[in-house]
């Protein structure tokens, strides 16, 4: 990975530092970019929020050699982590690669690991297309997520999706405002839970809400039909001044109670910090700006260099917290949690 993000660094500069921490502290207010919204709080937070979870260290056990596979919406990973989904090259990383260099390296990438790449939306049109056609490529192994759209472009999207072969559609609500996208005269808002109800009803597809924080909603996401539910804000690149996502996802995981997969993404850089989402109460996670750093930096080669680093760091913490497997990741793995 050293390598990795050498190139990474000369090909994304200008847009990101690849910092030997990436905690938001250096890109402050660098949307486009890799930064985070206005003071970066958001962004920080996620990071900040993460450091302050502390594991109990165990080693009187046999759990020498864990299982880090899971059963996840249809789909059988090998780790629990899906590459989050970002797109704009051009515009928050840099032109040094095209976008269909970049999300070919994250689908295929991910695949050739045996764990899930997602793809973006937004402007121009080739981001949305670049992802479909990586996602085609894979027999529909990827999750392509769309951006709340109006109806008409909205459901031009969802058929684009299914005709990729996708099984699984994710709908990023937390990108409703996205400062990007009103630079370039197409803003986004957010919906009520009764127009997502009536949009589902009408594709036979699993849907994935991302950009829930708040238990309220996480019920909401149920009752209206989602398959799981993304714990998010957008790695701080929409509201200022929220919370990381590792303070409110236990309280969204009791609210939960297991009826529908949790998954979490913001400021998770390495296996250790998967297995604390987990103990606080996620099924899996997504993570993204080091995938795309991976990407950028060595293409496919990167991101399953930046997978199994994953995998080595996730297994050797399991270890040393006494996890056979990914159901023993608990609250009682913890020493300290985020208030």
Known sequence: MKEVRATAKERMKGFCRVCPICDGRACVGEVPGMGGLGTGFTFKDNVRALDEVTFNMR????????DTRLKLLGYDLSLPVLAAPIGGVSFNMGDKITEEEYISAIVDGCAARGVIGCTGDGVPDFIHEAGLQAVKNQNGRGIPF???WEDEELDQKLTKCMDAGAKVVGIDIDAAGLITLRKMGRP???RPAEDWKAVMEHFPVDFIFKGIMTPDEARQAIDMGAAAIVVSNHGGRVLDYAPGTARVLPRIAEAVRNQIPVIVDGGIRTGGDVLKMLALGADAVMIGRPFSVAAVGGLEQGVTAYLDLLLEQLTQTMVLTGC????????????NAPK
Request: hydrophobic share 40%; aromatic share 0%.
């Open 188 to 190: 986004v808002g957010p």
């Open 324 to 335: 056979p497997d990914l159901a023993s990741a608990n609250g009682s793995i913890l020493h």
């Open 59 to 66: 080693l009187l056990h046999n759990a020498a050699q864990p």
């Open 146 to 148: 769309i951006k709340p």
